[in-house]
C-alpha cells in the first residue's frame, strides 16, 4: 500500500515514552479532535444562521428552540469551541512544562502558539456572531481598542467594521472570517502543525542512546490510544452539551458597550480588567501583544532542556521558561477572576 499522510503521522512503530498520557496529556490529539468536531457542528449551523444585524440573533434562537436537534449541535459548537482553548491552552503549558520546544522544535512551535491565536480569533469572532445583548461590550470596546493604535488606528478600524460603527458591514466580515479567513489559516496551520511532530522526531525524549526504555509501540496501539480519548472526550463533550445550554439573550435593538450582559467574554476577561486600569492602547494591545511576544521568544532566548532531560515534566534547564509561564497563567487567571467579581455578585 502506498504510504499516505495518516500514515506519515503513524509510523508502524513508536518509542512508548512518546505516547504516555501522564507527559503528552493526549492534549495535541484531543485539540484535532475538538477541531473536527467544530467543523461539522459549524457546517450544519450555516444551513440556518443569517449574517444580517436584523436576522442573525432571531437565526440563533431558531437553531436553539425550532430546529429538530439543533440545539445540540449549537451546545457542541459552543462546547468544542471553549474546550478547544482549554485544551490548547494546557498543551502550551505542557510543551513548555517538559521543554520540549527546544530545538529542532522552535518553528513547530511558533506553528503552535500562531493556531493558538488563531483559536482565540475564532471563539472571539464566533461570539460576535451570536449578535444579541450579551457580546455589545465584546463588539464596541473589543472593535475600538484597534482604534487606540498610533497613527494606523482610525483605517484599520474602518477596515474591521467596515464603517464608523459596527452594523451591517462588520457583521458580514466577522462572519467571512469565522467560516472562511481564519477556518482556512487554522486547518492549513494543523496540518502543517501535525506533519512537523514527525519531520522533527516524533514527540520529544531522548536520543536512543540516553533512552532508559527501549520499548515500541505499533501503531494500531497509538490509534486504539487516539481513539480512546476522542471517544472520552466526544462523550464529555455531549455530556456538557446536553446539561449547559450555550449563552442565548435578547437581539441587539441599538448598539451600546453598556446595556444587556457589560462583560467580556471568559478568554479577555484578563484584558477587560486591565482595561479599569488605564491607556486601552498599553493595556489592551501592547500588554497582550508583550505576552505573546514574550511566549514566542522562550525557544529563542532561554536555555534548553539536556537531551537526557527530554521527556519528562519540570527538567531543571530550563527552569526559567517554567516560571514565566506559571507567573503569566497566574496572572491572567487573578484578572479573569478580578473582572468576573461584579459579574457574579
Ligand atoms: C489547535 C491547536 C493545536 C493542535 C491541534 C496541536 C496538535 C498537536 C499534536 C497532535 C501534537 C503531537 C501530540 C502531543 O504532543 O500531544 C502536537 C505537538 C506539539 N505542539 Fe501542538 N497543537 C496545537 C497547539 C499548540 C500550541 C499552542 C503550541 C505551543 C505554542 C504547540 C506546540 C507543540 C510542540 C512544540 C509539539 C511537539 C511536542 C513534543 O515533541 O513533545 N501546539 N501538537
Redesign the pocket.
Known amino acids: 500500500m502506498r504510504p499516505n499522510f495518516l500514515h506519515h503521522l503513524h509510523p508502524p512503530t513508536i518509542p512508548a515514552e512518546q505516547a504516555r498520557w501522564r507527559y ?6 484531543i ?2 479532535f475538538l ?1 473536527l468536531v467544530l467543523i461539522l457542528t459549524g457546517i450544519l449551523e450555516m444551513f440556518y444562521y443569517i449574517p444580517t444585524p436584523a436576522e442573525a440573533a432571531l437565526s440563533v434562537q431558531i437553531i436553539s428552540y425550532s430546529v429538530p436537534f439543533g440545539a445540540l449541535v449549537r451546545n457542541l459548537h459552543y462546547w468544542a469551541g471553549q474546550l ?1 482553548l482549554v485544551v ?1 491552552g494546557l ?2 503549558l505542557r ?1 513548555v512544562l ?1 521543554g ?2 527546544a530545538r529542532p ?1 522552535r518553528f ?2 511558533l506553528l ?2 500562531a ?2 491565536v488563531l ?1 482565540i480569533l475564532l471563539d472571539f469572532t464566533g461570539y460576535i456572531l451570536r449578535w444579541d445583548q450579551g457580546i455589545q461590550w465584546a463588539l464596541v470596546v473589543g472593535t475600538n481598542l484597534v482604534k487606540s493604535i498610533p497613527w494606523v488606528g482610525d483605517s484599520l478600524y474602518q477596515m474591521l467594521v467596515g464603517g464608523t460603527q459596527p452594523g451591517a458591514a462588520a457583521l458580514i466580515r466577522f462572519y467571512t472570517w469565522h467560516i472562511f479567513g481564519l477556518m482556512l489559516l487554522a486547518g492549513i496551520l ?1 496540518i502543517w ?2 506533519f512537523r ?1 514527525r519531520r ?1 522526531g ?3 525524549v531522548p536520543p536512543p542512546p540516553l533512552r532508559t526504555s527501549t520499548e515500541r509501540i505499533t501503531r494500531f496501539e497509538l490509534l486504539r490510544r487516539e481513539v480512546t480519548a476522542m471517544l472520552l472526550t466526544g462523550a464529555g463533550l455531549l455530556l456538557l452539551s446536553l446539561l449547559l445550554p450555550a449563552p442565548i439573550a435578547p437581539a441587539i435593538t441599538e448598539i451600546t458597550a453598556l446595556s444587556g450582559d457589560t462583560h467580556a467574554p471568559w478568554f479577555f476577561l484578563w484584558v477587560q480588567q486591565m482595561l479599569k486600569w488605564g491607556d486601552p492602547f498599553l493595556l489592551g494591545v501592547l500588554v497582550p501583544l508583550l505576552v505573546l511576544l514574550i ?1 514566542a521568544l522562550i525557544p529563542y532566548l532561554l536555555t534548553a532542556p539536556r537531551q537526557a532531560e527530554l521527556g519528562r515534566w519540570f527538567p531543571k534547564a530550563n527552569r526559567l521558561a517554567q516560571v514565566i509561564l506559571v507567573v503569566i497563567t497566574l496572572l491572567v487567571t487573578l484578572f479573569m477572576l478580578l473582572a468576573l467579581g461584579p459579574v457574579i455578585q
Not at 24 to 29: C, P
Open positions: 503528552t496529556l493526549g492534549a495535541g490529539g485539540a484535532i477541531v478547544l490548547s498543551h502550551l510543551v517538559t520540549a520546544y522544535r513547530n512551535y503552535g502558539l493556531l493558538f483559536i494543523t502543525h501535525a511532530v522533527d516524533g514527540i520529544a511566549l
